[in-house]
Each structure stands twice: as C-alpha cells, then as structure tokens.
C-alpha cells in the first residue's frame, strides 16, 4: 500500500473516531437532559441543578477523551498538520448527512485548538467560525403540534393539556383550561387584534428549568404572530398552569443570558432556534443555542457573529463605559453589543485574591443558576485581534497591565484569556441619565437583584452600583464577580457597640473582623444613592440591611431549602417602563380560583 493510500485510511478512522466522539457525546447529553421530567414530577430542583452541573461539564470530558483517542490512533502524526487537514477533510464529509452538523464541526475545532494550542482560528486543522452557521431554514422540520381554532379557545385548549401529560396528574384541569382562554382572550384584545386566532403551535419537547416547566410556542392569526409560553407548576395536589407569557419581551427575558440553561430533549437543535427565532427576532442566535444547554455551540456563534460585525464595521476598540476595575480591564466595540474583560497582572489595593481565585468565581457563576439577575459570561482562549482596531490608550493600557495575558505579535494583539459578556449599562451612569421615577424605580429592582441572587445562596459581596447594570428590558443584573461568595459561607453579623467614644470615633474597626465576616447594616454606606432613590430603596428592602435576613436565610438554605425566584412575573404584577417589580400577589377566594388577567 502506497504511503498517500496508508495516511488516507488513517484519516478516515481517525475522522470517524471523532464523529463517533461526538455522537457519544452528544446521547450522554440527552441521557442527562432526559432526566429533567422525572425531576419536575418529583418536585427535585436541587437534583435538576446537579444535572445542570454534570451536563456543562460534559462537554470538556468528551473533548479530552476524544482528543486523546486520536492522539493515540495518529501515533507519530499527532502533531503533523497535513495529516490534520485531511482528517478534517473526511470528517466534513462524514457528517454532511446529519442534522445539526455544525455542532459536529464545533466539537472537531475543540479537539484540534487542544492539540495545537491554537492561536485565533488555524483553518488547515479546524473549521473556521465562518464554515459553521446554521442555516436560516433548518433542512429538517422542527417536532411540533398544531392546534386549529375552529371556534372554542376552551375547545383548544383543553386538546394541548391533553396531549401534554406527566406521570402527575392536573390538579384541575378545567380551571388551568378556563384561565388559559382568559388570558388569551384578554392579551389579544389588548393588542387590538380584530382578526380572529387561526391556530396555536406548541413545540412537542417540554422545556425544564429547576422548579418550572413549560410549554413553547406561538399564536398564529391572519397577518400576526405571537409568542405563546405556558408555565407549569408542580404544586402539592398536582399540575397547574402557573403563568402565560405572550409579549416578546416577557419571552426574550425567560431565554435570557441572565438565565439557568434550559433541559429540552431536542431531536433537532437547529430546527429549535430558528423556530424560537422567529418568537423572539431581537434575540442574537448565539444566546439562544446557550439557553438551550448548548453552550459551546454559542461561544461559536458568538465569535462568527464578532468576526462579521469586524468585517464590515470601521470603528475601534475602546474602554468600556463605567469606573475603571481594580480587577478587569474592560473595553469594548463600540457598534457591537459586547463588552470584552481581561483581568489584570496586578490588583489594586484592597483587593487580595489571585488571577486563579478570580477566574474560580466565573467558573461558579457558570454552573449556578443565575436567576436573572448574573450575565452569563463566556470564556475565550487565545483570540487574535487586529491591533490597528484598537484606540491607542486601550492598547497601552493592555500591554501595561495586561502583559501576562496580551501581547503583541506582528499586526495582531493575541489575548490569551478573556471573557464576552453581554453589554449593559452601569447602574450608576444610569441614574445619572433617567428621570426620577426610572431612578426610583431602578433602585428598587437593585434591591430585588440583590434579594433574588440571595434566595440562589449568591452574595455579591461588592454592592457598589458601578458592578450592577441595567439590560434594555430595565432589569438590573450583577456583573463584577471577584467578590462574589456563597451566602451559606459568610458570617452575618450585628454591628458591636461601641464601649467609648473613642473607640466610636476610630476611623477602622475597633472589633475583630474574620475574613468572612459581613456586617449587612453597612451595605447603606456604599449604595451611593441620591436621596429619592435610597428612600425607594429602603422603603422596599430595608430588611437586606439587617444581619437577621441574612442569617435565616442562610440557615433555609442550609437546609436544603431553596427559595424560589421565577423566570417571569408573578401573576399579581405591576406594569411599568422601568424594572420589574414584584407586588404583593391579590387575595383570592381560594385557592382553585384562576387568579384575575393581567390584561384585563
């Protein structure tokens, strides 16, 4: 056998060595996805946590042991690229016939950026981000139920509850058919929609967050679509429609970045976001592969995204809006909604904690359930920029301070390690920039952020409005994670009295202070509110002030208790332009009873 015969019979097996990689991947990923209905039925958020857990980490685990196999199969080729490139080439033509091939393709540029330790995108060994964007109309249709409306929503209605069905039966079935009509009803009237709903499209996976389950599509009219997601609640006596979400932005913010991954059995991922593409247009299709579980894929779709913006945009690299951090060096494109964060070779006193220590703090927030209220920030090895894209204080800045992570080769600035995290505006320029009433009320959902991040055991630690920022849906969303800790491993403690007037007087503590002790009553010296806004404040989160909150939460969730922060809004809300606000929920006449339409 020829030399040219023998390398290609080894590139093909090495080639479908890593499709077969891939494929076990890519089942053990469903196995743990699967899970996420037994979990619902048995009312198991923290096990449907630990499967969140296991299901991120899978990835890397598969990626490790498949480039190890073909290291192995490659022998002495291991590290020749010609021999690299024409297992890519096979490979490429291994998974044409496949659905989703672009997730095949972003699994064989993570085994060879492994082996090569590649800089920016080698496309002889990997495939270019370029080479894997999904198409716009996904070749195999997405699994779905179409339900007509031949007169009766409650008709409608009753058919999709009963298709969808758990090992648990409806706690009543018939109301949960009765307020799903009502809130339909009511939505449509409010949009001033005359034409009557032809049909209603359900997307057959159920999606499943920790405590929450729902049902995902859209409503379809004459000239009109909407999105429709219906939530369920496991409650004591049984299943219940907890909340219909029908505006785009309600829905766009259950897919956030803000939030926990969604666990949906998808036979095909592609088929999946371009259907949820069209519920939420303004969504970047990397955030909605992310939402799905499919975090990698968005990392993917994010640079392909970044690499186009570049390409056809002119504008330079600059820092970002904001405080300069003691932490990170943070800058931005201006045209692009991202900032990029590159941590420092030194920090500035009093920070302590090591590159390794901060980068730990990212990888929890990675795998803890954000709540709405962390951005999911991505993590990036070795990227090439352009140094003629950068302003030129940026760069000085960079390779100053930076110098142990960025550099300069050529025309290209190589960043060894940073992070890509959704823009937002800093909660303190903010508030410089609204009126009084989007201030007051901003301050107030500062509170809900920071009482929500709680109820996940997350203590921000850092609570200067500068690491907040604000989304355009006016959420406010914590971001600046180098202090950020567990609740359950802080000590809550009263402020001490003073003995004498001295020791009142000094300008530092005159009592011991262990290294996680926190003093919540402390937490008003740093908020820098204006007056108005931090009457708002305390008029609605005083409690957040107190070492009693903290301490009996911390021992719920010691407990195994874990308070719940829902996705959407509770079903008593209050509407306005700024943040969400969480009102008291309404009484009702019982329990059994629908509660009123939010649109009514």
């Not at 308070?563 to 943040?579: A, D, K, N, T």
């Amino acid at each position: 056998m020829s030399e040219n015969a023998s390398w290609s019979t080894l590139a093909q097996r090495c080639a479908w060595a890593a499709v077969e990689a891939f494929l076990d991947y890519d089942r053990r990923f469903a196995e743990i996805t699967q899970r996420a209905r037994e979990r619902f039925e048995q009312r198991d958020p923290i096990g449907q946590q630990r499967d969140t857990v296991e299901r991120i980490e899978l990835y890397d685990i598969c990626v490790q042991r498949a480039r190890a196999e073909l290291k192995q199969l490659l022998g002495a080729h291991a590290s020749d690229k010609a021999v690299w490139s024409h297992v890519r080439d096979c490979y490429a033509q291994a998974i044409e016939a496949y659905p989703d091939s672009e997730f095949f393709k972003t699994f064989f540029s993570s085994i060879t950026r492994r082996v090569f330790a590649t800089i920016g995108v080698d496309p002889q060994v990997e495939f270019a981000a370029l080479e894997v964007e999904p198409s716009q109309v996904s070749r195999t249709p997405v699994a779905k139920n179409v339900y007509l409306h031949r007169g009766s929503l409650h008709h409608l209605f009753d058919e999709v509850l009963a298709d969808f069905r758990f090992s648990v039966p409806w706690r009543n079935s018939e109301r949960s058919i009765r307020y799903l009509t009502a809130e339909v009803e009511a939505f449509l009237e409010t949009a001033g929609e005359r034409r009557p709903l032809e049909s209603v499209e359900l997307l057959k996976p159920i999606f499943y967050q920790p405590t929450r389950a729902y049902l995902v599509g859209c409503m379809v009219g004459r000239g009109y679509l909407y999105p429709l997601v219906i939530a369920l609640k496991h409650s004591d006596e049984g299943i219940i429609v907890d909340s219909v979400i029908m505006s785009e932005n309600d829905v766009s913010m259950l897919f956030s970045f803000t939030r926990s991954y969604f666990h949906a059995d998808l036979k095909t991922v592609g088929a999946a976001v371009v259907f949820l593409k069209r519920l939420m247009p303004l969504k970047p299709v990397d955030e909605i592969y992310t939402a799905l579980g499919r975090a990698k894929q968005g990392k993917t779709e994010r640079y392909r995204s970044l690499v186009r913006h570049v390409e056809q945009s002119t504008d330079l690299y600059v820092h970002a809006a904001g405080d300069v951090g003691m932490v990170m060096i943070v800058f931005t494109l201006p045209s692009y909604d991202v900032v990029f964060k590159v941590i420092r070779d030194r920090f500035a006193y009093p920070k302590s904690m090591s590159r390794e220590e901060v980068k730990g703090k990212y990888q929890l927030v990675f795998r803890h359930d954000r709540a709405g209220r962390l951005v999911d920030a991505q993590e990036f090895r070795r990227l090439e920029f352009s140094r003629h894209r950068f302003a030129p204080e940026l760069l000085d800045d960079l390779l100053k301070n930076a110098a142990e992570t960025c550099r300069l080769e050529n025309d290209q600035l190589i960043i060894d390690h940073l992070y890509i995290e959704r823009q937002l505006r800093p909660l303190n320029l903010y508030l410089q920039e609204v009126d009084e009433e989007q201030g007051r009320l901003a301050a107030i959902d500062y509170g809900q952020a920071i009482r929500d991040l709680s109820r996940t055991n997350i203590f921000a630690g850092d609570l200067l409005l500068k690491n907040f920022g604000v989304t355009r849906h006016g959420r406010v969303i914590f971001y600046d994670y180098d202090e950020l800790c567990l609740v359950t491993e802080c000590n809550f403690r009263d402020l001490p009295v003073a003995d004498s007037l001295e020791d009142e007087m000094r300008s530092e503590a005159w009592f011991y202070v262990g290294p996680n002790d926190v003093f919540p009553e402390q937490f008003v010296n740093f908020l820098g509110f204006r007056d108005t806004h931090r009457a708002a404040f305390m008029e609605h989160h005083a409690d957040l002030l107190t070492a009693s909150y903290w301490r009996r939460l911390k021992e719920r969730l010691k407990a195994g208790d874990m308070p719940e922060v829902l996705p959407y809004q509770p079903r008593s809300w209050v509407e306005h332009r700024g943040p969400d606000i969480y009102a008291p929920r309404a009484p009702r006449v019982s329990e059994e009873e629908p509660p009123p339409s939010r649109y009514s």
